[in-house]
């Protein structure tokens, strides 16, 4: 398998506070992988480190093969795509605007676009059936529309590695599969889809991959059907769980008790 | 609102703002037919006097000397304007700045203050433009030092440095007028903002600012465009969103900071202006710039036309701009919010 990242024992702080602890993970090409932690957890500020934009401290993380510090920004864009948790926009852009901005880490500042530039951005159009509200503005749109077009935005960006910042977090469940069975497709088609998630059935049920999180440490990674265990849920999250398997899928389950926690 | 193409206005602005320049000539006390006034400039433009030759020398020495510098200085002093309070509102992401939200007003308001009260020599109209200028610099590099203390600049921290800043000097300043005793009207008529008596040399002054200043936002409109998603979304884009920020600040500051120096406080223009242009084309910062650069030159060219040519008495410029285009500005603001509702 192809190594798409090496991350070397790396530490990040903030303010003297020690956010991402001694980290070693590889990440392989073509797979889903599945971010869990409890809050603060250190799980935006790994993938803004996967990102190129936070600077580590301590270790090294190594992009196909090369230091990503030895990258530039604009190299970088070409090679991975964030979707934010945040996507408040002041000014009144139109969704067709916003997402033809994926497009200009591949051209040059004055450069207008190709064929082929337009071939990905109508193709994503269509997946996601964004043409009812293409020429609206994003100002007046609902959150979950927002959340769509930012997700658009970054597939148009047509990166090789997709960093999903709960990309789902406001859209109901339509829309969530509708998401995720997008990431999927990309995945199968060789891309890699890194994704912080909080809800524990959707990660069982879509990565391939798991990295348990808590404290900056990590508690433990490994293929999701062989590691998630009640034990490992109530190691990180401490609140008690039932994992069972549907009958239907042959897929791992999860359910959380009323009173779980343990105070 | 219906979106209209962007060559088609930005041409249509273009032809009006010449068409202006000219009629604007041709106005005032001695009224000089439009079609010598473009002969005129013509000729000189081209070096070429034989077009000259059935014109009155007094005309071309009103034209050239007396109305042409405060005309353009009037037009390079509202381009300036709005295109800084398009960038601005982008660095800042907030559709409510403008150039004066980081204080810039202020500083230049109490050099010139200073130099209005204190110097009184025959170079007096040039150390007043150099100390307001000077008093907008000074203002520029307090407020980024003081938003900028824990490293990293953020758009709240400036505002509030550029409020806290601002509100110190206005105090300097009401001081500077309670001091100056009789002589008070002179800084408040320097506060109002004027174009009269602009000579060739600030002119050229403003002109530099001016272009270089348009010209770096134009570069950057597209990263302006792109920094608006937020921070994060930027990065990842593979724009330096920290360092685009601080160039355009640096760059509108400065262009700022010289029109203020010559022309004295215009309000509304770099405000009102960006938000007119977006409702016509949208929030495309590299429609924005340009449009706003023309529509602004425009606007002060028609009010200092006004207050000039046609008024019977000259009304303060900054008065004037806001008296026009605020009610305009209200009902333009009225049709839209109507219009969204709709929408809803």
Redesign the interface.
């Known amino acids: 398998m192809t190594n798409i990242y090496i991350l070397d024992n790396i530490n990040f702080s903030f303010k003297d506070k020690l956010i991402i602890n001694n980290l070693s993970l590889n990440f392989y090409k073509g797979l889903f992988y599945g971010i869990i932690g409890p809050n603060g957890a250190g799980k935006t500020t790994l993938l803004?480190i996967l990102?190129g934009?936070k600077p580590i401290n301590k270790g090294k993380v190594i992009l196909f093969k090369r230091d990503i510090k030895t990258y530039n920004?604009?190299?970088?864009?070409?090679l991975?795509?964030?979707i934010?948790q945040?996507?408040?926009?002041?000014?009144?852009?139109?969704v067709e605007?916003?997402l033809l901005?994926?497009r200009?880490?591949h051209l040059t500042?004055f450069q207008s676009l190709t064929d082929e530039d337009y071939y990905i951005i109508n193709d994503t159009i269509k997946s996601l059936n964004l043409k009812p509200i293409l020429h609206k503005y994003i100002t007046?749109l609902s959150g979950g529309e927002k959340q769509r077009v930012?997700f658009a935005?970054?597939l148009i960006?047509d990166t090789p590695i997709l960093?999903v910042d709960e990309g789902t977090a406001n859209l109901d469940i339509y829309y969530t599969i509708e998401l995720m069975d997008i990431l999927s497709k990309k995945v199968e088609k060789g891309d890699t889809v890194i994704a912080t998630m909080h809800d524990m059935n959707l990660a069982v049920n879509y990565c391939d991959y798991l990295i348990f999180l808590k404290n900056g440490n990590l508690i433990t990674q490994g293929e999701t059907s062989k590691c998630l265990d009640s034990k490992i849920i109530k190691q990180v999250f401490n609140i008690e769980s039932n994992i069972y398997i549907d009958n239907k899928t042959n897929r791992k389950c999860i359910y959380f008790f009323r009173g779980g926690r343990d105070e | 609102m219906k979106r209209v193409s962007f060559f088609t206005i930005l041409i249509s602005l273009a032809f009006i703002l010449i068409l202006f320049i000219i009629l604007s000539a041709s106005m005032g006390y001695i009224k000089i037919p439009p079609i010598e006034v473009f002969k005129i400039i013509i000729s000189k433009l081209c070096f070429d006097n034989s077009l000259l030759k059935n014109i009155k020398p007094l005309y071309t020495d009103i034209v050239i000397n007396v109305r042409l510098p405060r005309i353009l200085a009037a037009c390079l002093v509202g381009a300036g304007l709005a295109f800084s309070g398009v960038s601005f509102?982008?660095i800042l992401?907030?559709?409510l700045a403008e150039p004066y939200t980081l204080g810039i007003s202020a500083g230049a308001a109490f050099g010139a203050s200073i130099a209005l009260l204190f110097i009184t020599n025959q170079f007096g109209i040039y150390i007043v433009t150099a100390f307001a200028f000077l008093g907008a610099i000074f203002t520029i590099i307090a407020v980024l030092s003081l938003a900028s203390s824990v490293g990293y600049i953020s758009s709240n921290n400036l505002i509030l440095a550029g409020i806290i800043v601002s509100s110190i000097l206005s105090a300097g300043i009401s001081l500077l007028k309670y001091i100056a005793d009789e002589r008070v009207s002179v800084i408040i008529f320097w506060l109002l903002g004027s174009f009269a008596s602009e000579t060739w040399l600030e002119v050229l002054m403003v002109f530099i600012f001016v272009v270089i200043g348009f010209l770096i936002c134009f570069?950057f409109s597209?990263d302006l465009?792109?920094i608006?998603?937020?921070e994060?979304?930027s990065?990842?884009?593979?724009?330096?969103a920290q360092q685009v920020r601080m160039i355009l600040l640096i760059t509108c500051s400065l262009v700022t900071a010289a029109c203020v120096a010559i022309s004295g406080i215009i309000g509304f223009v770099g405000l009102v202006v960006p938000h007119l242009m977006?409702l016509l084309v949208?929030?495309?910062n590299r429609k924005l710039i340009p449009l706003s650069a023309l529509f602004g030159a425009i606007l002060l060219i028609v009010a200092d036309t006004l207050t000039r040519a046609v008024l019977p008495w000259e009304v303060p410029i900054g008065v004037l701009t806001s008296l026009i285009g605020g009610p305009f500005f209200c009902y333009i603001f009225k049709v839209k919010t109507k219009h969204?509702e709709l929408?809803?």
């Open positions: 803004d990102a934009i920004r604009k190299e970088l864009a070409k991975i795509a964030l934010p945040e996507y408040h926009i002041e000014f009144d852009f139109t605007e916003i901005m994926g200009y880490p500042r007046e930012i935005r970054a960006q960093l | 509102q982008g992401l907030n559709p570069y597209r465009n792109v608006s998603l937020g994060r979304t990065a990842s884009l593979g724009i330096n977006r949208g929030a495309d969204n929408i809803k």
